[in-house]
T-cell receptor, first 111, second 115 residues
Framework: KNEVEQSPQNLTAQEGEFITINCSYS?????LHWLQQHPGGGIVSLFMLSSGKKKHGRLIATINIQEKHSSLHITASHPRDSAVYICAVSPLIQGAQKLVFGQGTRLTINP | NAGVTQTPKFRILKIGQSMTLQCTQDMNHNYMYWYRQDPGMGLKLIYYSVGAGITDKGEVPNGYNVSRSTTEDFPLRLELAAPSQTSVYFC??????????????FGDGTRLSIL
C-alpha cells in the first residue's frame, strides 16, 4: 500500500462545476503539499499546509491531521484548470524536506 | 527569474551509453533533489543534496550518480543507460532556512528515452 493515496485517479467535469480531489496518507507528517502539473509537464507548487485551510483564488486546500486526510477544491472550474494534481507529504521521520508523492489525479474540465 | 533550469529537455540514448542531466538554480537554495516520474506512478526521489559537497541516496538511486560542487548546480549522471531508466526526470530545489518546511521549485523536466 502506498504511503500517499489520491482519489479519484481521473476526473472529468463540465466547466463551472465544483471539484474535489482527495488525498490520504498513512505516516506522520510535518507538511502536506499540493502540486499542479500541466500537459506541458512543468510542476508548480500550489499549497503547503500543516493544519487547517488555505485559499488562493478559486483553489482551496484543507487538511485534517487526525484523520490523515487532505482535500483540494476548485470552485467555478475552468478548462484551464485541466492538469494533473499531485499530493505529496513530508514524513516526520525523514529530513531534508524530502517528499513522498501520490500518483496524481488527472483533471479534465470540458467547456 | 530563471528558477530551476534543466537541460536537455529531450534526449534519446542507446543502451549502454552515458549522459549527464544538468540542473542549475539561481535562488541560492541549499536543498536540491532529483526525481523520476514514470507513467501512472508518483514521483520517486533518486538523490538529494542538503548543500555543496553533501549528497545522499533517495528511494531509487541505482544506476545514477550525482555531485554537488556548487550551491547552484546538481548534475545527475547515468553511467550505463538501461531501458528501465526511460522516464521523465525532474530537478527541484527548496530553501532550507526559516521555520518548518518550504515549497519545492521544479524544473521543466528532461524526457529521456533509452532504446
Amino acid at each position: 500500500k502506498n504511503e500517499v493515496e489520491q482519489s479519484p485517479q481521473n476526473l472529468t467535469a463540465q466547466e463551472g462545476e465544483f471539484i474535489t480531489i482527495n488525498c490520504s496518507y498513512s505516516v506522520g507528517i510535518s507538511a502536506l503539499h499540493w502540486l499542479q502539473q500541466h500537459p506541458g509537464g512543468g510542476i508548480v507548487s500550489l499549497f503547503m499546509l500543516s493544519s487547517g485551510k488555505k485559499k488562493h483564488g478559486r483553489l482551496i486546500a484543507t487538511i485534517n491531521i487526525q484523520e490523515k486526510h487532505s482535500s483540494l477544491h476548485i470552485t467555478a472550474s475552468h478548462p484551464r484548470d485541466s492538469a494533473v494534481y499531485i499530493c505529496a507529504v513530508s514524513p516526520l521521520i525523514q529530513g531534508a524536506q524530502k517528499l513522498v508523492f501520490g500518483q496524481g489525479t488527472r483533471l479534465t474540465i470540458n467547456p | 527569474n530563471a528558477g530551476v533550469t534543466q537541460t536537455p529537455k529531450f534526449r534519446i540514448l542507446k543502451i549502454g551509453q552515458s549522459m549527464t542531466l544538468q540542473c542549475t538554480q539561481d535562488m541560492n537554495h541549499n536543498y536540491m533533489y532529483w526525481y523520476r516520474q514514470d507513467p501512472g506512478m508518483g514521483l520517486k526521489l533518486i538523490y538529494y543534496s542538503v548543500g555543496a559537497g553533501i549528497t545522499d541516496k533517495g528511494e531509487v538511486p541505482n544506476g545514477y550518480n550525482v555531485s554537488r560542487s556548487t550551491t547552484e548546480d546538481f548534475p545527475l549522471r547515468l553511467e550505463l543507460a538501461a531501458p528501465s531508466q526511460t522516464s521523465v526526470y525532474f530537478c527541484a530545489s527548496s530553501y532550507s532556512g526559516g521555520r518548518g518546511n518550504q515549497p519545492q521549485h521544479f524544473g521543466d523536466g528532461t524526457r529521456l528515452s533509452i532504446l
